[in-house]
T-cell receptor, first 113, second 117 residues
Framework: KQEVTQIPAALSVPEGENLVLNCSFT??????LQWFRQDPGKGLTSLLL?????REQTSGRLNASLDKSSGRSTLYIAASQPGDSATYLC????????????FGEGTQLTVNP | GAVVSQHPSWVICKSGTSVKIECRSL??????MFWYRQFPKQSLMLMAT?????????EQGVEKDKFLINHASLTLSTLTVTSAHPEDSSFYIC?????????????FGPGTRLLVL
């Protein structure tokens, strides 16, 4: 059974800092890995999707890397802003079905002005 | 593009009543939709996969008679929580996969918060 772990569970940083969120998964037979953002009481916004054959994806100040063999992914946020405050979730899908997502418990990020 | 809506966004009901939650893909067709549940401070747990025109596939531990799923069209799936009890209080989120792209990307709805008194 796939298990996804995110570290840290919570993170508080001053505005402008660069930061790294970590995600690990136990079964390396994945189809893809996604990073999502969730604001309090809201649904999910997809940030980045990395196919299993890819090593990283970038979107603006966000960069996600994937090391499939070691079961790890990182989300790098550059020059953090208060608007980045949210819970960040990573999710993986198995090779057998690209849609069946297993989520981590998230990292709650607070960026202080 | 790729917008998924849910209705209602909030619902409060008495114990024993049934509650229906709708999930719609607004600008694309979705042959497959997914229903998740999220308890406070916890992550999303997949409840079931809803396929248009066929029976839903439920995850282990999810009672299919309690959580009725209907996917009657390519843009609408409904989740009915039957005889709801306080322990069913949770945040329910649906997602949909765009049938036209052939990609595995899921688009998520804004969620429905259910409180059972």
């Amino acid at each position: 059974k796939q298990e996804v772990t995110q570290i840290p569970a919570a993170l508080s940083v001053p505005e402008g800092e660069n930061l790294v969120l970590n995600c690990s998964f136990t079964d390396s037979a994945i189809y893809n890995l996604q990073w999502f953002r969730q604001d309090p009481g809201k649904g999910l916004t997809s940030l980045l999707l990395i196919q299993s054959s890819q090593r990283e994806q970038t979107s603006g100040r966000l960069n996600a890397s994937l090391d499939k063999s070691s079961g790890r992914s990182t989300l790098y946020i550059a020059a953090s802003q208060p608007g980045d405050s949210a819970t960040y979730l990573c999710a993986v899908s198995p090779e057998t079905s690209g849609s069946r997502l297993t989520f981590g418990e998230g990292t709650q990020l607070t960026v202080n002005p | 593009g790729a917008v998924v809506s849910q209705h209602p966004s909030w619902v409060i009901c008495k114990s024993g009543t049934s509650v229906k939650i709708e999930c719609r893909s607004l600008d694309f067709q979705a042959t497959t939709m997914f229903w998740y549940r999220q308890f406070p401070k916890q992550s999303l747990m997949l409840m079931a996969t809803s396929n248009e025109g066929s029976k839903a596939t439920y995850e282990q531990g999810v009672e299919k008679d309690k959580f009725l799923i209907n996917h009657a069209s390519l843009t609408l799936s409904t989740l009915t929580v039957t005889s709801a009890h306080p322990e069913d209080s949770s945040f329910y989120i649906c997602s949909a996969r765009d049938a036209g792209t052939g990609l595995e990307t899921q688009y998520f709805g804004p969620g429905t918060r259910l409180l059972v008194l």
